[in-house]
């Protein structure tokens, strides 16, 4: 069966600069959702996208900026890097948003140096 | 806002069984999910329990009492593979799947 599908795996990048990462969810899944986790810590909700639409905010700071386009794909645009961006980034989607089961994709792990 | 607390850490042994448990503060409720990640992975769906009772999914079930804003998830026959974190999570309206995790019980299963 189709996953969610992340990329890059890794990223490693120096403060000040910018990445971005991309995220394929399952067919005829219509929300998007990116999670944020440090080590050791639960994700954080950082934003979510419905039919291409953003639909809810979560701790996402203002550096950090998403969409989704028409293929249903979605980017998580981070700039001006901080070293506490260093994290796991999950990109999940949903078949609708009524408590239908996330499914996560791999994540990218970013390094900040 | 919305807030759940889980034991950081829970040890047990193959073939035995382990009860995860999880409380909630919520400003409205909606329903509370369980979720697996292994070290380096992915987040995986486990359970959902919207109304009081328990939920049986193979070795795993998941139990709900809004009354008291607490629910646990059972692990039965533990296997080594079943060393990981578990998070339970609650979404925070009911237009959406934006969830608010707890945070997390790692699980070790000793041979």
């Known amino acids: 069966a189709a996953g969610v599908i992340q990329s890059p795996r890794h990223l490693i990048k120096e403060k000040r600069e910018t990445a971005t990462l991309k995220c394929y969810p399952i067919?005829?899944?219509?929300?998007v959702y990116w999670y944020q986790q440090g080590p050791g810590q639960d994700p954080q909700f950082l934003i979510s996208?419905?039919?291409?639409?953003?639909?809810d905010k979560g701790s996402i700071p203002d550096r950090f900026s998403a969409q989704q386009f028409s293929d249903y794909h979605s980017e998580l645009n981070m700039s001006s890097l901080e070293l506490g961006d260093s994290a796991l980034y999950f990109c999940?989607?949903?078949?609708?948003?009524?408590?239908?089961?996330?499914?996560f994709g791999n994540g990218t792990r970013l390094t900040v140096t | 806002g919305q807030s759940l607390e889980q034991p950081s850490e829970v040890t047990a042994v193959e073939g035995a069984i382990v009860q995860i448990n999880c409380t909630y503060q919520?400003?409205?409720?909606?329903?509370l999910s369980w979720y697996q990640q292994h070290d380096g992975g992915a987040p995986t769906f486990l359970s959902y329990?919207?109304?009081?009772g328990l939920e049986e999914t193979g070795r795993f079930s998941s139990f709900l009492s809004r009354s008291d804003s607490y629910g646990y998830l059972l692990l039965q026959e533990l296997q080594m593979k079943d060393s990981a974190s578990y998070f339970c999570?609650?979404?925070?309206?009911?237009?959406?799947?934006?969830?608010?995790f707890g945070g997390g019980t790692r699980l070790m299963v000793k041979p």
């Open positions: 999940a989607s949903s078949k609708d948003r009524s408590n239908s089961p996330l499914h």
């Open positions: 067919p005829r899944h219509d929300t």
């Open positions: 996208f419905y039919e291409k639409m953003q639909s």
């Open positions: 919520t400003s409205g409720f909606y329903g």
């Open positions: 329990n919207a109304l009081d």
């Open positions: 999570a609650v979404p925070n309206n009911n237009a959406g799947n934006m969830l608010t």
